[in-house]
Nanobody, 127 residues
Framework: QVQLVESGGGLVQAGGSLRLSCAAS????????MGWFRQAPGQERELVAA???????TYYVDSVKGRFTIYRDNANTVHLQMNSLKPEDTAVYYC?????????????????????WGQGTQVTVSS
């Protein structure tokens, strides 16, 4: 059974940092891109960051560029380092995996391309 399990969420003050981790199991994700999405109450889910299967390409939504970094330890582990957090970063963050046929943020942002999803981890940034 394939599982993606997120960890590392929590409550942090504005300006602080968190590192989210996603551990995948049940198969090898060596040819899969990995993405971090988030959804705040009353808002649509959006792609925060994505990384290609080989880790050489990364993509970010404009609002987190320069503050967040996505990286992979290996085929099945991906992290999202979040610095200089803002209250507007408050959301449930989801890890997802997609067969990597994409190039460009727009392609990776299409959540229908993702075959596997985690349950999500809450990130709350207080002002």
């Amino acid at each position: 059974q394939v599982q993606l399990v997120e960890s590392g969420g929590g409550l942090v003050q504005a300006g602080g940092s968190l590192r989210l981790s996603c551990a995948a199991s049940g198969r090898t994700f060596g040819t899969y891109a990995m993405g971090w999405f988030r959804q705040a109450p009353g808002q649509e889910r959006e792609l925060v960051a994505a990384i290609s299967w080989h880790g050489a390409r990364t993509y970010y939504v404009d609002s987190v560029k320069g503050r967040f970094t996505i990286y992979r330890d290996n085929a099945n582990t991906v992290h999202l380092q979040m610095n200089s957090l803002k209250p507007e970063d408050t959301a449930v963050y989801y890890c997802a995996a997609a067969p990597d046929y994409c190039s460009g943020y727009g392609c990776y942002a299409t959540d229908a391309k993702y075959d596997y999803w985690g349950q999500g981890t809450q990130v709350t940034v207080s002002s």
